[in-house]
């Protein structure tokens, strides 16, 4: 088993190739797609992906969710959902 090294502020997440962010108008949410099927996402995880674009770091996602929907440090729970997405290999960290 590998220990993938923490994100950090500075890394760049992107959507792992052969996969696709969508909104489901049939299930009312947001979706991960993705080859051998289709992960059915909640509101703060669609947000987060949503901004996955391999150009924004972790900390400009924050910030761009902070302005979004408030004041509020949303950092700790926006790396602990990008951690858990890296592992199931849902993203992939291009810097």
């Not at 909104?23 to 996402?41: N, S, W």
């Not at 674009?53 to 700790?76: I, K, N, Q, T, Y």
Request: hydrophobic content about 45%.
């Amino acid at each position: 088993m590998t220990t993938e090294t923490p994100i950090h502020a500075d890394a760049v997440p992107q959507l792992a190739r052969g996969y696709r962010l969508q909104f489901e108008p049939a299930q009312d949410c947001h979706v991960l797609l993705y080859p051998e099927g289709m992960i059915t996402l909640n509101e703060p995880a669609a947000e987060i992906l949503k901004r996955c674009d391999g150009e924004r770091s972790v900390a400009g996602l924050c910030e761009a969710l902070r302005v979004e929907f408030g004041d509020v440090d949303l950092a700790a729970d926006v790396r602990a959902f990008l951690e858990l997405a890296r592992s199931h290999g849902w993203v992939r960290l291009v810097a």
